[in-house]
């Protein structure tokens, strides 16, 4: 089964997700997508991994997600947004060849069997208009994946103020 948590900037998408990450499993694995680019992120990767306890297995993968072996297993990704954001700097700022390199690396995870990939994502696109020209390319590039993640996701929720509402499957 593959899940789809979305919403806006802390509105309890990524509790949400261990928490059905560990209603599947007692050992889900996490993946961290996450970049360190300085030392204030740095502290927030500090705090959510501080937040998970010994029951997670930590992966750390920028982007080529279909290195890991999600096959019999629970595996939590933690989040599209930042994941997205490495394909857009490391092919500068190019939206079609990042969408295409993401969506070939999720089709590769899609296709392990008997897994439980629980994806969390933003909705950038319901905030304020970014201010730069690169800054809206990303809001297409997360908008279209997003797009393409809940069109193969069995199930997707918005998150809003804490409270999952179901909006597919």
């Known amino acids: 089964m593959i899940f789809l948590i979305t919403g806006g900037e802390r509105s309890g998408k990524s509790s949400y997700a261990q928490k059905i990450a560990l209603e599947f499993s007692d050992n889900p694995l996490y993946i961290a997508t996450a970049r360190k680019w300085d030392s ?20 750390e993968e920028e982007k080529y997600l279909s290195k890991i072996d999600f096959s ?49 994502t933003n909705e950038i696109g319901m905030g304020v208009h970014a201010e730069t020209h690169i800054g809206r390319k990303f809001v297409e590039l997360q908008g279209w994946m997003n797009q393409f993640l809940a069109e193969n996701a069995d199930e997707v929720v918005l998150m809003v103020s804490g409270i999952p509402v179901k909006i597919k499957g």
């Open 40 to 59: 204030d992120f740095q502290t927030r990767i500090d705090r959510h991994q501080n937040e998970r306890d010994e029951r997670w297995n930590n992966i």
């Open 72 to 120: 019999e297993k629970t595996a939590l990704i933690d989040c599209v947004t930042l994941w997205l954001t490495n394909f857009f700097v490391d092919n500068k700022n190019d939206v079609s060849l990042s969408l295409e390199e993401a969506k070939k690396e999720f089709l590769a995870i899609s296709k392990n069997q008997n897994s439980n990939i629980i994806i969390v």
